[in-house]
């Protein structure tokens, strides 16, 4: 009964497409439809992404960017239909068998991001004004959480005997006091490169870039899927939240996370000011700052254990992130040092 019912919701939407459905298997937002022409995936959107979604697609195969999951048109025309208040759109299905090690899935996710950000490149004319008003605040917040860090701190000193929360604090100060003076300074850095500029670089940005909307057809070619999220903004916006949810584990030295980040540049260089501001939006202890606030707010509202271990977790995303910037810092000076030698070398030629 349950598969006859879910048979008659997709018939009339796979009608538009001249598709009858003969089985259908649900995984979420997508229906896999086995039909009189063959498997395909029936995706589910919010009406209100629709157009938007459409349009930055259409934008990227016109730029030559091809490593999309294919959308096919409707009878009449349509990259996407509208059923029932709920718009769908249809694709292949895509076995995504795993033909490489995770290794080379995820360099190979990293070339394509850097691929579909280069050719959707822009230079578009800012207001300086509101670049001004974004870092001045920007700055501020950040001021404020340096004052929280050291009031917590001298709170916690102050106590004859210390929670545990309080305790794994204390210890942990130092690093994200380190963490979060580092990225002001950063901040500060890519400000004092741009002020005077009236330009950016803006990118078409997937959204929700992960391993899962990173999809292999039967040939072992990466395409890229779930472009529901994707908008105009800077490549960073795709490339930390995918970083922050790898680093989001038990202490390591991420050397892999590393070697993507410069696979990523490697086909998609930052300019100066990127690479500032990546730094400094990397570094940040967001999470672990959260952390200490709610507790502070609100002691032993979510029990003492509870609050302890969460802290612990943000901390070593603090210290995965800081281990990997550190790298990127030495492999930077490393380059750097190499160019300065290379110099009267070259002179020497010329």
């Not at 995936?41 to 349009?55: E, M, S, T, V, W």
């Not at 940005?205 to 292999?216: A, I, P, R």
Request: with cysteine; charged share 30%.
């Amino acid at each position: 009964m349950y598969e006859k019912n879910r048979l008659t919701r997709a018939y009339p939407i796979l009608k538009q497409y001249a598709l009858e459905p003969h089985f259908v298997e649900e995984y979420g937002l997508v229906q896999k439809i086995y039909t009189n022409k063959g498997v395909f995936a029936l995706k589910k959107i919010n009406p209100k992404q629709g157009a938007d979604f459409i349009r930055h697609v259409q934008d990227l195969y016109q730029k030559g960017y091809n490593r999309i999951v294919p959308i096919f048109p409707s009878v009449d025309g349509r990259y996407a239909v509208l059923h029932e208040n709920e718009m769908y759109y249809l694709m292949p299905w895509l076995g995504n068998e795993e033909k490489e090690n995770r290794y080379e899935r995820h360099h190979q996710l990293f070339r394509e991001l850097a691929r579909l950000h280069s050719l959707s490149s822009k230079e578009i004319t800012i207001n300086k004004e509101e670049r001004t008003e974004h870092y001045e605040k920007t700055l501020q917040e950040w001021e404020k959480e340096l004052e929280f860090l050291e009031g917590f701190l001298e709170t916690c000193e102050q106590r004859e005997y210390m929670s545990p929360f309080e305790l794994s604090y204390v210890l942990s100060y130092h690093d994200i006091y380190q963490a979060l003076n580092f990225s002001i300074r950063k901040l500060k850095d890519w400000y004092e490169k741009t002020k005077d500029s009236d330009k950016a670089r803006t990118v078409t940005v997937h959204g929700k870039v992960s391993t899962e909307h990173f999809l292999y057809d039967e040939k072992g070619y990466g395409y890229f899927s779930n472009f529901e999220r994707a908008k105009k903004g800077s490549p960073i916006h795709d490339i930390l939240p995918f970083l922050s949810r790898t680093l989001k584990t038990y202490p390591k030295k991420s050397e892999e996370c590393i070697e993507w980040i410069y696979t990523y540049l490697k086909y998609s260089p930052f300019k100066e000011d990127e690479f500032l501001l990546f730094q400094s939006y990397f570094a940040h202890p967001g999470a672990v700052m959260r952390s200490a606030e709610r507790y502070f707010k609100n002691r032993y509202g979510n029990g003492e254990r509870k609050s302890t271990l969460h802290f612990q977790k943000q901390f070593w995303l603090l210290k995965n992130t800081e281990y990997v910037l550190m790298r990127m810092e030495e492999i930077e000076r490393q380059k750097a040092e190499a160019k300065t030698a290379a110099q009267p070398q070259e002179e020497a030629q010329n």
